[in-house]
């Protein structure tokens, strides 16, 4: 079954950087496009960036373009978000994506 786990999440301060990263299993990683989405307290998920698979273009949410960066690597199956210069608005839950299904969230806190 897919299976998607992120990790790297944790508190930095504002202007700091994290990388989080997803490990999948489950599927033929490299035939899919993948996704980030991120989820603020007490607000609605949101999409953050998406990578296809072959050519493997990437897309960014207007409030992480230039500050964030999207990559994967086909044969370890992992999908991976690098996060620069973070504000305190980029606190959130951040969940990887293939189509419906979701991992289980790693929280980024963006705090002084």
């Known amino acids: 079954q897919v299976q998607l786990v992120e990790s790297g999440g944790g508190l930095v301060q504002p202007g700091g950087s994290l990388k989080l990263s997803c490990a999948t299993s489950?599927?033929?990683?490299?035939?899919?496009?993948m996704r980030w989405y991120r989820q603020p307290p007490g607000k609605e998920r949101e999409f953050v960036a998406a990578?296809?698979?072959?050519?493997?273009?990437?897309y960014y949410a207007d409030s992480v373009k230039g500050r964030f960066t999207i990559a994967r690597d086909n044969v370890k199956n992992m999908v991976y978000l690098k996060m620069n210069s973070l504000r305190p608005e980029d606190t959130a839950i951040y969940y990887c994506?293939?189509?419906?299904?979701y991992g289980q969230g790693t929280q980024v806190t963006v705090s002084s």
């Open positions: 994506n293939r189509n419906v299904f």
């Open positions: 990578i296809g698979a072959d050519p493997p273009s990437t």
């Open positions: 489950g599927f033929t990683f490299s035939e899919y496009a």
